[in-house]
C-alpha cells in the first residue's frame, strides 16, 4: 500500500456527519451502544476490505478516483486541471 515518508501507521480522523447521516450512526448507538467511531470502522473495513499480504491499494484509490474525479469536474485546480483529469481517468 502507498505510504508517504512519514514512519506513522495510524492517526486519528475528525470529520462532521450530519443529517440523516449523523441520525443513523447516532440511532445505531442509543439501541445498540456502539459508538460512532466503531461504526465508521466497520464500515471504512468492508468497504476495501484488507486482506493479509495483498497489496489493497489499487482497490482503495480506484473507490476514491470516483471522488476525485468528481470533484475535479466540479472545481477544476488551475493551471493543473487538465494534468489531474488524465490521472483521474487512469483509475476511473
Known amino acids: 500500500m502507498y505510504h508517504?515518508?512519514?514512519r506513522k501507521d495510524s492517526c486519528h480522523v475528525t470529520f462532521k456527519v450530519e443529517g440523516?447521516?449523523?441520525e443513523m450512526l447516532d440511532y445505531v448507538h442509543q439501541k445498540l451502544g456502539i459508538t460512532k467511531t466503531r461504526q465508521m470502522l466497520f464500515l471504512l473495513a468492508h468497504l476495501v476490505p484488507i486482506v493479509e499480504g495483498k497489496d489493497n491499494s489499487k482497490e482503495y484509490i480506484d473507490f476514491m478516483a470516483g471522488i476525485a474525479k468528481e470533484n475535479a469536474e466540479r472545481k477544476?485546480?488551475?493551471?493543473i486541471a487538465s494534468a489531474m483529469k488524465k490521472e483521474l481517468d487512469k483509475y476511473c
Open 20 to 22: 440523516e447521516h449523523f
Open 4 to 6: 508517504h515518508n512519514s
Open 76 to 79: 477544476p485546480f488551475k493551471g
